[in-house]
């Protein structure tokens, strides 16, 4: 089983910072993709951040700037770290993890979340 844990969300001011983690057990962390996508009550999940095994990253045009996403694989950990926050950015934060080929899915896991709050 592959295991998928976020933490580090919590409620913070406008214009403050955050840390996401992404912990992941049970892969070989190093050949994974992630991502993290958030959703906002009323909203459909969307992609924040990803980060590849080879290291490229991309971002949501509406973080780009502001958040950073990184990998350490001795930790088997990815990170957000999330600056200048805004109320919008207000959602649950999920982590994707992702290895696949053209014709086979390794690993589609997903974390329970961590809830990230913006207050104004």
């Known amino acids: 089983q592959v295991q998928v844990v976020e933490s580090g969300g919590g409620l913070v001011q406008a214009g403050g910072s955050l840390r996401l983690s992404c912990a992941v057990s049970?892969?070989?962390?190093?050949?994974?993709?992630i991502s993290w996508y958030r959703q906002a009550p009323g909203n459909e999940r969307e992609l924040v951040a990803g980060?590849?095994?080879?290291?490229?990253?991309n971002y949501a045009d509406s973080v780009k700037g502001r958040f950073i996403i990184s990998r350490d694989n001795a930790e088997n950990t990815v990170y957000l770290q999330m600056s200048m926050l805004k109320p919008e950015d207000t959602a649950v934060y999920y982590c994707?993890?992702?290895?696949?080929?053209?014709?086979?899915?390794?690993?589609?896991?997903w974390g329970q979340g961590t809830q990230v709050t913006v207050s104004s």
């Open positions: 994707n993890v992702f290895r696949g080929g053209r014709n086979l899915v390794v690993i589609n896991a």
């Open positions: 049970g892969s070989i962390f190093s050949r994974n993709d």
């Open positions: 980060i590849t095994s080879g290291g490229s990253t």
